[in-house]
RNA sequence: GGGCGAUUAGCUCAGUGGGAGAGCAUCUCGUUUACACCGAGAGGGUCGGGGGUUCGAACCCCUCAUCGCCCACCA
């Protein structure tokens, strides 16, 4: 063997190493050329200027956790990385590192800025990629791909280009949102409504004609007012019947405007009436298109007051203005009453600017019609979600989806392909060239165009990811052999964002060999997000924020790993607590500890051992239990249930493998039997190296370092790269597939009683505060034949582990009773013990079966229950009826016992 | 306003019709050579309230309460 393992295990010095050696021996390398199956993941790319914090590290945890089971269990698994670059947020944080040294972005120029960007994303680009690897993604790091290279930018242009000729991506002038500070518009995803504490005013606008009436309207801003183009109220409101088909003279302004009837007007809210202004609301723009308003903008991109409004408020900016126009209103006496109001406010939720609506001329993609065939792929099944419930979710958004706005006034991004002619006609095309041939076949002749300085929103290249990164539009081997993709992994928060864009692009631009449009993944999990402990979201201004680097620093990685996938339950978000993290790493340093007690009891690996050839039953029983918790854990991760493998490799692991099997087995590997040594030691080895397989994908670091101390290189492992090989990794493993026969009921029940027997006995000693290092003799009594059989057959583990000589005749003094399956110990005591508290304890223990048995017989005496529970229900409640009310019979002989002295 | 989810031990959470569980925390005992980041034990819960279905409900249905999230045009 190697060098003897140290005390504990160091996951720093471990885990750089093993990451740099599973890179280089190629480990994590899809391979096109392969004949296995192949399995693919894209990972959500993180922003290029971005860094790991506590929803990455659970995101790409399980997607690797996912990877790595699967490349274990012999698929070809590409896990395709890549960064973002995230269009406003990147250009909103290098703006304000230019701003911190007093440049202005706009001062810079286009160009310049642009450089700018490159030369931030040259310096932090790397940061994230960096801290994935501290986290062990296993990703396919030589396919990484970044959403402005040239191959995926193409990509984007072939898109638009292809969409636009089939008229859905088009140009229109509709009200959008605007910011009016980074002066761009947005799209409805990324307007977020904050509740904001304000006023109701209720105005009076004179009624045309008719001194001293007025109409009341109710509104929240008042300074729109300037741009009314009409009122409205509801055609069945008979308050203003009359009034319909009227005018009124608008305050400050002195435009006569009409009032119309519309069903929009809700006559239980305020006056009734609502005053309209079609050019800065998205509800008045649609009641003044029904009646043929004029629709009149009165801010400029910065929304301060145009040269539309009264020249006392032009130039005002739109708080101001509203200052203003309440006070002029005031004096007038046109103020009814103002009251306090909490009403929502439109926020960019990148820049936190409240979001004018503004009439624009903007490009859009009709996402409808996208729409309709991811609609009928999850309808369908032939994209599922997991957990099922968020395809509600994504129906109740795709089925009421509005066109999506997807032009940006940015500069960092893709520039839109579109060009203008002298006269203003658009050529869309994917390169200048091609733009300016078509410009002077329409043209007759050579001509000047300018090319649209918009960029395309972030999730425009993003939801192309799924195909651009394997090389589309060229038909790569790649592109054909991992599209479509088996799962994506990503939280609830992007599945309008980016999950819904990318089906729609998958399906409309990857056909099938029928050529019906294939989805871009077969399933979709949803994981929750992650917050600190007290269930709060963790933010930066919360101070609240749990560092993923910080965690892998003091507990190492596969803690976090492991913590993470046993905190990922289905549909709940993930508190996450650092006690939680503290016992992962306890669970791996006792992983280590029971991997060095093997090794330095010389429990090393026989290759082609086959545990189904043992004959001790201890043995049998700990490789049939292997088989069952391999069999738990497979199951767990196909279903995506990262909480319950984690469970069952800890409660296995810790439970039945350290605190049992290693201990019954201690005096075998110590004893004479030679024949029975080398079974248990080779048996021990073994289970060890079952458990570091299935625990890889959770723990990957640890149980490599392991593998590859105690086992690693005696075993080759077919089908992996010659690297790999040569190391003996773990990584490139098999993926145990036990036979069930592994399972041996009769070792099972054997063990299982007899860890009852001296669990008992245990409890017991502990109860009566017997001291640990005493040794007592114990007799049987009562015992069934199996009890005792195995009583005899045990004898040294009841010495050893229960501290009770069972081979030992009855003694004086007093004695305990303690049962056990299918038999009672009598523990003879001698003086130890009190006898009063003796009674006592069995007394209660009595009690306990007394109200069981009372259960049992209010149950079994229902004719409804016998009549109408199914039979194998019947028959259990029966028996353990039996083994309850033998238990006490038990108890009660002991009592009596005692009680006559 | 609509929708979704949650409510189980002090804390964080499993548990989809038939014996209320885990980890952490608490308490007791113990350093017997893999591990004190350990071992052996113990205490602790009318499963949010109410109603219903059922022979039987933490689990299914209704209702209420509280908390969280998403969507929405309430001037």
């Known amino acids: 063997g190697s060098a003897m393992l140290d005390k504990t295990y160091r996951p720093a010095s471990v885990e750089t190493r093993q990451y740099e050696a599973w890179e280089r021996a190629g480990c994590f390398a899809a391979d096109p050329a392969s004949a296995k199956r192949p399995y693919t993941i894209m990972m959500p790319p993180p922003n290029v200027t971005g860094s790991l914090h506590m929803g990455h590290a659970l995101t790409f945890t399980l997607q690797d956790i996912l990877i790595r089971f699967e490349r274990m269990r012999g698929r070809d698994a590409l896990w395709q990385p890549g960064t973002d670059h995230a269009g406003i947020a990147t250009e909103i944080v290098v703006a304000s590192r230019l701003a911190e040294r007093q440049i202005d972005k706009r001062t810079l120029g286009r160009e310049a800025f642009i450089e700018r960007v490159w030369e931030w994303k040259a310096e932090s680009g790397g940061t994230i990629t960096r801290q994935l690897r501290r986290l062990g993604a296993s990703a396919d790091w030589a396919r990484e791909r970044f959403t402005m290279d040239e191959g995926l930018s193409a990509a984007v242009r072939r898109v638009f280009v292809t969409l636009h000729r089939e008229g859905l991506i088009y140009r229109d002038k509709r009200l959008v949102n605007w910011d009016p500070v980074m002066h761009t518009v947005i799209s409805d995803l990324e307007v977020e409504s904050r509740e904001t504490q304000g006023k109701l005013w209720h105005i009076r606008y004179p009624l045309e004609g008719d001194a001293g009436r007025f109409i009341v309207v109710a509104t929240t801003r008042p300074e729109t007012m300037l741009g009314d183009t009409g009122v409205a ?11 319909v088909g009227k005018k009124v003279r608008l305050p400050l302004v002195g435009r006569l405007i009409p009032i119309v009837a519309d ?23 649609e009641v003044g298109r029904r009646h043929g308003l004029e629709v009149l903008n009165i801010f400029d991109r910065d929304a301060h007051m145009n040269d539309a409004v ?14 203003a126009v309440l006070a002029d209103l005031e004096a007038e006496g046109l103020i009814e009453k103002t009251e306090d109001h909490v009403l929502m406010v ?9 979001i004018e609506p503004w009439l624009t001329d903007q490009w859009f993609c009709n996402a409808a019609e996208l729409a309709k065939p991811a609609i009928a792929a999850v309808e369908s099944g032939q994209t599922r979600f997991v957990p099922r419930q968020w395809e509600n979710t994504f129906f109740e958004w795709m089925r009421n989806i509005q066109p999506w706005c997807i032009s940006r006034q940015l500069w960092w991004g893709h520039q839109i392909p579109a060009w203008y002619g002298p006269d203003g006609k658009v050529f869309v095309a994917e390169s200048e060239a091609e733009a300016s041939r078509e410009a002077a076949a329409h043209y007759g002749g050579e001509v000047a165009l300018s090319r649209d300085e918009d960029v395309l929103d972030t999730w425009f290249s993003s939801a192309l990811w799924p195909f651009s990164t394997l090389g589309w539009p060229e038909e790569t081997p790649e592109l054909k052999r991992y599209y479509p993709g088996d799962v994506l992994v990503t939280g609830f928060d992007i599945i309008f964002f980016w999950v819904a864009r990318m089906m729609m692009q998958g399906l409309h631009f990857m056909k099938d060999q029928e050529g019906r449009g294939e989805v871009p993944f077969r399933t979709v999990y949803i994981h929750a997000l992650v917050r600190d402990e007290r269930g709060q979201k963790m933010s930066k201004s919360r101070g609240n924020i749990i560092d993923p680097l910080d965690l892998i620093d003091r507990y190492g990685c596969d803690a976090l790993r492991f913590t993470l996938a046993a905190l990922a339950s289905p549909g709940r978000d993930i508190k996450l607590a650092e006690s939680r993290v503290e016992s992962s790493r306890n669970f791996a340093t006792k992983l280590w500890n029971a991997a060095r007690y093997a090794e330095i009891s010389g429990c090393s690996l026989k290759p082609g051992f086959d545990p189904r050839t043992c004959h001790l039953t201890v043995n049998r029983w700990i490789a049939g239990a292997t088989r069952e918790c391999a069999a738990a854990v497979t199951g767990a991760l196909e279903a995506f249930r990262f909480d319950e493998a984690a469970n069952h490799l800890y409660h296995f692991l810790w439970g039945s493998f350290c ?23 080779a048996t021990t080895a073994w289970v060890l190296a079952q458990t570091l397989h299935l625990l890889h994908p959770l723990m990957p ?17 077919p089908g992996a790269t010659p690297g790999a090989i040569e190391a003996g990794m773990l990584i490139v493993g098999h993926w145990p ?3 069930p026969e592994l399972h041996d009921p009769a070792a099972a029940a054997e063990m299982e009683a007899l860890i009852a027997d001296l669990s008992a006995i245990r409890a017991v000693r502990a109860e009566l505060n017997i001291p640990p290092g005493t040794r007592i003799a114990a007799e049987l009594r009562d015992a069934d034949p199996a009890a005792a059989a195995r009583v005899g057959k045990y004898a040294d583990y009841f010495l050893r582990l229960a501290r009770v000589d069972v081979s030992e005749g009855a003694a004086g ?4 009773q303690v049962v056990g399956a299918g038999a009672t110990f009598v523990l003879h005591v001698g003086t130890i013990i009190d006898l009063s508290r003796e009674k006592t304890r069995i007394a209660k223990e009595i009690e306990r079966f007394d109200a069981d048995l009372a259960r049992f017989a209010q149950k079994l005496a229902n004719p409804a229950f016998l009549a109408k529970a199914k039979a194998e229900v019947i028959e259990e409640q029966r028996e353990r009826e039996a083994d309850a009310r033998r238990g006490r019979e038990r108890l009660k002989a002991a009592y009596d016992r005692i009680a006559a002295g």
Do not use: C
């Open 263 to 285: 069903e929009y007007a809700d006559p239980a809210m305020g006056s009734g009436a609502v005053k309209i202004t079609p050019a800065h609301d998205f509800n008045d723009f």
């Open 737 to 739: 597939d036990l036979p």
């Open 233 to 243: 109220v509801h055609p069945d409101d008979a308050r203003y019947t009359a009034l």
């Open 701 to 717: 670091f640890l149980t490599e370092e392991v593998w590859q101390q105690l086992a690693g290189a005696q075993v080759a492992t």
């Open 659 to 681: 605190d049992w099997y290693l201990e019954f087995t201690k005096p075998i590997l110590a004893g004479d039997d030679a024949a029975a040594g080398a079974e248990t030691r």
């Open 346 to 354: 439109p926020h960019h939720d990148r820049s936190g600017e409240i």
């Open 310 to 323: 009264p020249e006392k408020y032009r130039g005002l900016e739109r708080f101001a203005a509203r200052r």
């Open 813 to 816: 003094g007093g004695a305990v």
